[in-house]
């Protein structure tokens, strides 16, 4: 066990890891955030902020020499980083277990060997490859295979000319061409898993997309109980596979005849688990930090049908004109919980806030939820 009072260390200073320093601090340690920008959400609470590039060796050794545990808060932290700070304290999630997670082919062939199934695909490392495209991945879309997330680095595809303008069109880097599902639903698990091996899931989330973002999640999932126990069962799999310790989101989409596929892995703490902050016993960040001090887990029953909602940098603006969202009238709506993220520049697309509404039935939930989202101008939730 680390003691309160030592150092704990995020690299990432977004809101995810804004959100891990309250927690941790909750808890009675000291964070300190390693992240090159000045006005950082998660500096701006941290006890203590290195600004310097996620690589930078001198910056990473003196993290190393003031924490006696660090953590990420987004996936795309260089591997080699997690492994300089692994020689001189511990680091989790451990730098192999990034590294997957930071590639699609990687992933989807851990995931195959844990069982799982995935779309048909195939991989485009190179221009020859265009040539062997099959076309019954058609339509499909192609992803790029590293640094891609919230839609980004993705293009649809329907004709077998338009791969390569995609592929062109993401800078002619390897990609995953994915077939085109009919997906019935979105969900994830969040998985958290000690050094001791010790793991837990929280209940299955259902998330609805707008513009390939998280635009808001449902808790319990509106999924078969079976399929639920299925889609934690395969997610603490992938957990123990990948010896992995921290806080773990697995994506799975639901087919027509209840058949779940898998989708991506997020190393780190998720969107779609926000409402355990206000839904659950313990949330995901509290597990965050129990994990790294090495804790014993909390639980991660849920209190509360509940209903996130995304607050996008989009509704700080009408007509390219600032204005503020009715947060007000929001906040007035029983049941709804607003989070802000500290973030001094809204901009369309960036991630400024979120809402949770609980209620005592998840048909009331989603109601109050139409509430805010007729309130904020937000597409209802299906």
Known sequence: ????????????????????????????????????????????????????????????????????????EFENVPADSLEQ??????????????????????????????????????????AADLARVEASLLPGVLKSARLGYDGKGQVRVDQPAGVRQAWERLGEVPCVLEKWLPIASEVSVIVCRGRDGRSGTFPVAENQHR??????????????????????????TMAERLDYVGVLCVEFFVLPGLQLVFNEIAPRPHNSGHYTIDACVTSQFDQQARILAELPLGQTRQLAPAV?????????FDQDRLRLPRLDAVAAIAGACPHLYGKLEARPGRKMGHVTVVAPSLSEALARA?????????????
Not at 308 to 316: F, Y
Not at 370 to 382: D, F, K, S, T, Y
């Open 211 to 236: 513009g390939g973002i998280l635009a808001a999640t449902i808790a319990p999932a509106r999924i078969d109980a079976a399929l639920q126990r299925g889609a934690r069962a395969a997610a603490t």
């Open 308 to 316: 996130m909602l995304n607050l996008l940098g989009d509704l700080w």
């Open 370 to 382: 139409g509430q805010a989202c007729a309130i904020l101008g937000l597409e209802p939730v299906r």
């Open 85 to 126: 700070l692994a020689r001189d304290c511990a680091v989790s999630p451990r730098a192999e277990a990034a590294a997957i997670a930071q590639d699609r082919r990687r992933e989807k062939r851990f995931a195959q060997d844990c069982g799982l199934s995935v779309a048909p695909h195939q991989v485009i490392a190179e």
């Open 1 to 72: 066990m680390i003691y309160p009072g030592e150092w704990l260390g995020v690299l990432g200073g977004g809101q995810l890891g804004r959100m891990f320093c309250m927690a941790a601090q909750s808890l009675g340690y000291r964070v300190c955030v390693l992240d090159p920008a000045a006005d950082s959400p998660a500096g701006a609470v941290a006890d203590r902020q290195i600004r310097a590039d996620y690589a930078d060796a001198g910056a990473l050794a003196q993290l190393a020499g003031l924490c006696k545990a660090v953590t990420t």
